[in-house]
């Protein structure tokens, strides 16, 4: 199952390990839950995804319409495709959805990226894992913590999987090819000599007070240099209306549809330092090593900090320019990679499946 950005690339790379093993016929399921060309096909593009076998064609609704909708139009392609088991990645609405469906279809589920948690159900991904992950049939896990989460939440030891981070899959296959692209030189910048922000998280960016702020403080980023700043659709939204209430943008942004995967790993990893509210980003840059901030009050992925090269800033900015200060005084890389995030966390899960088949 597909359906938005971040479930593009763990896909890929499950159906990547599952494809090089005899036996496996995949059926790719896309919801529609992102569909514009920007978020979706150039993905498939760059990452050499099949055409999806069905698309459902939800598209953007309120949250109990999303979610009904990819049950609504997923329960007849399940009947009728009766897989033995639903691959489900993250934790969109997509993701609970589907595994909602199939669990009462009696067809096992797979969650991977299972027992994440920010502890702030204000968030509707933390809903959507705390249901996935107390309905899903195998639980596959990239951090230590994940672990702990489900066995609190009564998760038997055996269903869980500790086999490594999917997204880091993708970013290892894909990053040469990304550092061959001209991204970088397109925007007149050279690598090191800009930051990288994307911000799109409901909490910072549908308030306007918060949105006005964020971007203050990436325009305070921007006095030391360049912030590129691809816009998500919801993002960009905000920031047209508040520009219509009177909002100006500061000098110094270079505002941008969304990049494609190639062109986005390219600005990662030439980056001097990220800043962003994406639970992609915050992983992607601690496998680089680049130097990112987060501008949210908590993470799900704490592997980061502890480990990486991520900083949890909040929207504290006294916080947010010392930890800028630090970062370009710092070297241009730091922290380390979390233990298994080593690209092979795809070819472990079809390894558990191969034990079971
Ligand atoms: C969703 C996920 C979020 C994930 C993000 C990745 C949920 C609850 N949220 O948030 O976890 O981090 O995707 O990017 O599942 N829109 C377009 N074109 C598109 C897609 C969306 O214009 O192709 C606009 C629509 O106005 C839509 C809004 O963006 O209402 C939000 O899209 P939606 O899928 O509801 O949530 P995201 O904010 O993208
Ligand atoms: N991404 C991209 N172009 C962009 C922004 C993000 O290719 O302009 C990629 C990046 O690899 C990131 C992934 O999309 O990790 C998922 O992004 P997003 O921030 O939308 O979702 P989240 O991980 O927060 O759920």
Redesign the pocket.
Known sequence: MV????NYMKVAAVMRAAGRTPGIRQVLVHTG????AA??DVFFADLGLPEPDHHLGVG??S?AE?TAKVMLHFEPVLKNERPDRVVVV?????TVAAAMVAVKEGVPVDHVEAGLRSFDRGM??EV?RIVTDAIADELYTHSPEAREHLRREGRAEESIHFVGNVMIDALDQHLAAARGRRAIEALGLSPRGYALATL???SNVDAPAMLAELIEILGEVARALPVVFPL???TR?RIEAAEREGLRLPEGLLLSPPRGYLDFLQLLDGARVVLTD??GVQEETTALGVPCLTLRENTERPITCLVGSNVLVGRDRTRIARELERALAGPERRGERPPLWDGHAAERIVAVWAGRL
């Open positions: 359906g938005a950005r971040p839950q992102h569909y514009d978020m979706n953007s609704g949250q999303q993250g934790d969109v609405n997509s509707p991904e959507n799109h998280r409901p998500h659709p919801r939204a994406s639970g």
